[in-house]
């Protein structure tokens, strides 16, 4: 791990070559994909657990139907 003098001196390096003006661009970008990235993810884990709440009333439906003829098929019998 670099100690504190030599990060001082790769970050001086770094302003130098790329200026304060492209390093703020930079990071406000970085901020912006980072919010877009962390939204999608938001999204697509509301769309799975609709999708698992629409499945679970799909097996529920099935379940009471197939209830219903067994009871059905037995009072016939």
């Known amino acids: 791990m ?3 003098p030599q990060l001082l001196i790769l970050v001086a390096v770094v302003v130098l070559l ?9 990071g406000s970008d970085l901020g912006t ?3 877009g990235f962390k939204k999608a993810m ?3 884990d509301g769309n799975d657990q609709k999708e698992h709440n ?3 009333k799909v097996e ?3 379940s009471s139907d ?10 016939k019998e």
């Not at 790329?18 to 930079?26: A, I």
């Not at 197939?66 to 009072?75: F, I, L, R, Y």
């Open 60 to 62: 529920n439906i099935d």
């Open 18 to 26: 790329f200026g304060t003006k492209k390093l703020r661009t930079l």
């Open 54 to 56: 629409n499945l679970q």
């Open 42 to 44: 938001d999204d697509d």
């Open 2 to 4: 670099p100690s504190l």
């Open 33 to 35: 994909s980072i919010k």
């Open 66 to 75: 197939t209830n219903n003829t067994d009871t059905s098929n037995s009072k």
